[in-house]
């Protein structure tokens, strides 16, 4: 057989190699889905990463399920919009009275301190109550980058009941929509605020 009559072997396709297709799967697997495993991991064997944090963990996370919720002014607020953020919820039944807006300020603080990782939190007061628009307007303008979700209707209220609501404590809802912690009424800001960093320092979400 002469040589030119023979097959090169340099130009036979191989097949693809599917066992380096499994492993780079494998590997984006780990990569997105180990961070929530180590974290629920972490929220059910209530461990806390060289110290412990200053708030109640919820133990463990309740899942939370989100209606269509509507602000003071009426719009719309989307199950969505509680994904993707860290969320510092206060439910207040008071029309929001002297303690309440001193807590609401409170809070901003804590909000501001975070400095650059300030956009992966937002601050949201639940009212469960019928309340006049007017005494939120004021709040609103105030504080213009506080969700202010107010109303008696059935969705609103059930949803607050959520929170086994204690007077004056505020609650924090984790990106994947999981209540995950709370503080007393006279909690320590600092405490708060030095929590939220470690979360937002070792989260890949939000």
């Excluded at 609401?104 to 400095?115: A, E, G, I, R």
């Excluded at 949803?159 to 503080?183: Q, W």
Aim: proline share 6%.
């Amino acid at each position: 057989m002469s040589e030119s009559s023979g097959v090169n072997l340099n130009n036979i396709k191989r097949p693809p190699d599917k066992s380096s297709g499994r492993k780079i799967l494998l590997l984006l697997a780990v990569i997105f889905v180990l961070p929530f495993t180590v974290a629920k991991t972490m929220h059910l064997l209530n461990v806390h990463p060289a110290s412990h944090s200053y708030g109640t963990l919820v133990n463990p996370p309740l899942a939370l399920q989100f209606p269509m919720l509507h602000d003071a002014q009426g719009k719309e607020f989307k199950a969505q919009q509680w994904l993707k953020k860290w969320t510092i919820v206060m439910v207040d039944d008071s029309e929001c009275a002297e303690p309440c807006e001193a807590q609401v300020h409170l809070l901003k603080q804590v909000h501001t301190s975070l400095d650059k990782d300030a956009h992966r939190v937002q601050r949201i007061l639940l009212v469960p109550t019928e309340s006049k628009n007017d005494t939120y307007i004021g709040l609103q303008k105030q504080y213009p980058d506080l969700v202010i979700l107010a109303g008696a209707d059935v969705e609103t209220v059930k949803f607050a009941s959520e929170f086994n609501v204690a007077k004056g404590r505020v609650y924090l809802v984790d990106p994947l929509g999981n209540l995950m912690m709370s503080y007393p009424a006279d909690m320590n800001p600092k405490g708060m605020q030095t929590d939220l960093k470690k979360l937002l320092k070792n989260s890949w979400a939000g």
